[in-house]
């Protein structure tokens, strides 16, 4: 006859067996690090772009010790990530690492009162990879015309960024890459996906992406698509909480 378990064998147990496999502990991570008031203003701030640490400071007006001090909770659990700069080196930007948890933390976008642009604009260096992919991306969900261009246009889009587009059911919106200049209007809401065209030439918006053509494999492709994607679907969604240019 089998006999009950007895409190003992229960805690040693729960001692000696019982594991939490690691993507709960992960997910355990995530979870305490956005909870708290602080670190959630910090993600609300990160939602929409990339920011150097001293501009993350300015948009939340968090003192610099107390900054440090939860942005260093949000990157232990893999929420935030810092990457140096591709142009400045000295230079380093804080990013989202986008994850289903991290994305349904983020406040919902808030633009009633916002003016939809006429146009997005996405620019990197050669507009031949990070830049095609995103307005590609953007361009799906028809929301507003969309275009991209960069600071040092190469002679055609790379093959690999074609294959890639090709590979999850896009096409790209221009048949060659395009100069910014000759690009750029007023209306435009422009997002920089590459540090050097940020730090040459602005943007409304700044995403530090990786260019997947510096190691020129799929893999650095589809990694570079897969860093957009999030924040694309991102600013779909804050395009559609806008106004029409027409009911300003």
Wanted: overall charge positive.
């Amino acid at each position: 006859m089998r006999r009950s378990p007895r409190r003992g064998d229960l805690a040693r147990f729960s001692q000696s067996r019982l594991r939490y496999p690691r993507r709960v502990t992960d997910r355990l991570a995530v979870l305490a690090a956005l909870a708290d008031a602080h670190r959630l203003a910090l993600v609300d701030a990160l939602a929409d772009g990339d920011l150097a640490p001293g501009e993350l400071g300015a948009r939340t007006g968090m003192a610099s010790s107390l900054l440090a001090h939860h942005l260093r909770a949000l990157e232990d659990a893999g929420v935030v990530r810092r990457r140096r700069s591709d142009a400045d080196r000295r230079r380093s930007y804080l990013a989202l690492a986008w994850s289903p948890l991290v994305e349904a933390a983020v406040s919902r976008p808030a633009g009633e009162a916002a003016a939809r642009p006429d146009r997005v604009v996405f620019t990197c260096t050669a507009n031949s990879a990070r830049s095609q992919m995103a307005a590609a991306m953007l361009a799906a969900a028809r929301i507003v015309p969309v275009a991209s261009a960069g600071t040092d246009p190469a002679p055609r889009i790379h093959p690999l960024a074609l294959d890639e587009l090709d590979r999850r059911g896009l096409a790209p919106v221009a048949l060659a890459p395009a100069a910014l200049d000759e690009v750029r209007d007023a209306g435009d809401l422009v997002v920089a996906v590459c540090d050097l065209a940020y730090e040459d030439c602005g943007g409304d918006l700044h995403w530090s992406v990786p260019d997947p053509a510096a190691e020129g494999t799929t893999r650095a492709f589809a990694a570079a698509f897969d860093a957009l994607e999030p924040r694309v679907r991102r600013l779909a969604a804050t395009l559609r909480t806008t106004t029409t240019a027409s009911s300003r």
